[in-house]
């Protein structure tokens, strides 16, 4: 069975942390006086959800929140404490990053508790960080660097559906129709499916940078700013690639309709020169008597000759008329 905790640091301030066990945060971790604590939990171990219970001090109904299987980005204030919850790309092996992966912290002035249910790379990152002496030396400066690094996470995934537009722009006319609808689907697809999640992010970090918090200073104000102005700009490059997707889609659709147009107009063309032709071959095949020409051995070429004029008077007409 898997343990409730999977990482917990006591960071004393200056950027250096030590590691803490399972028992010891179960008996209680005392609040450094200079620095702060932080416990990462498996949201779906049942004992997390039943110490959360005991040690948040929250209301019932915001726990229920927490561990709810769905969720979005959203940023709530309880006095001095809030419940944030954020979103990052899936970067996990074999995972598709527009299926984003959860975070829930619980954050206090001297205390920051998360839980997740995937692996996220940006906590995978912060850990490593921690690991070289580069922790984080306060609350604020905790939650901005995880909004800044699920940010730069997020930034390739986005890159790389932009940079497929771009090729698909450039290789619009070589590419079977077919198959670049399909691959445009799978594009804006994937745009809609992150922008769900990025858009209300944006919002709950907005919400977060303009509160004052006692726990956040003037620095990580301005840091909170630049991760949401990241946000914004990220948000606003999917709404890009959505109408460049939707753009090339209508494009296709008009090149479908035009060659439909195209090739309607030669069938037409086709039928109305060999419409009177049926017209005069029919009148000569019936089978009753005075059909002219029927004895004179040159009627047969005469007939073709006629034929022959009638389809060289009907292209002069057309293009006269500029069918053709």
């Given at each position: 069975m898997?343990?409730p ?6 960071f ?13 945060v ?10 702060f604590?932080?416990i ?5 171990v ?7 219970a ?16 769905e ?12 419940v ?9 092996p074999?995972a ?5 992966v959860?975070?829930?912290?619980l954050i206090?002035?001297?205390r920051?508790?998360?839980v997740r ?27 901005t660097?995880?909004a800044?690094r699920?940010?730069?996470?997020m930034?390739?995934?986005?890159t ?13 006319l ?8 399909a691959?445009?689907?799978?594009v804006?697809?994937t ?10 992010q944006?919002?709950a ?8 918090i006692p ?12 991760a ?7 948000v606003e490059?999917?709404d ?9 889609h ?5 090149r ?9 107009l030669?069938?037409?063309?086709v039928a ?12 000569l095949?019936?089978n ?17 000759l ?8 009907e ?7 500029k069918?053709?």
């Open positions: 898997d343990s905790l999977i990482c917990a640091y006591v004393d301030g200056e950027g250096g942390a030590k590691a803490v066990t399972w028992d010891q179960k008996e209680g971790v005392a609040p450094p006086e200079s620095g604590f932080w990462h939990l498996r949201r779906d049942a004992e997390v959800e039943e110490w959360f005991e040690q948040s001090d929250l209301d019932p109904v915001i726990q229920d929140s927490f561990f709810a299987e969720s979005r980005p959203r940023c709530a204030f309880h006095g001095d404490r809030v944030l919850d954020l979103r990052g790309v899936n970067l996990n074999g598709d990053p527009e299926d984003m959860s975070i829930r912290l206090e002035p001297n920051i508790i998360s249910r995937r692996k996220m790379m940006a906590i995978e990152d912060m850990r490593k960080a921690i690991a070289s002496g580069r922790g984080a030396k306060d609350v604020g400066n905790f939650v660097d995880l800044f699920m940010v730069e996470r930034d390739p995934t986005i790389d559906l932009s940079e497929q537009i771009d090729d698909f722009e450039d290789e619009y070589t590419i079977p129709s077919g198959e670049l609808r691959h445009l689907g799978d804006r697809r745009a809609i499916q992150l922008r769900r999640y990025i858009a209300p944006r919002d970090l907005n919400r977060l940078s303009v509160e004052r726990w956040l200073s003037e620095k990580n104000y301005r840091h909170m700013h630049e949401e102005d990241r946000v914004v700009r990220l490059e999917l890009a690639i959505r109408e460049r997707a939707a753009i090339l209508d494009q296709l659709t008009d479908r309709a035009e060659n439909m147009n195209r090739s309607m030669i069938l037409s063309v109305a020169i060999f419409l009177p032709l049926g017209f005069l071959t029919g009148l095949g019936i009753v008597g005075g059909i002219p020409g029927a004895v004179n051995p040159f009627a047969f070429w005469l007939v073709c006629f034929a022959l004029v009638i389809v060289v008077g292209i002069l007409l057309f293009r006269l008329l069918w053709i």
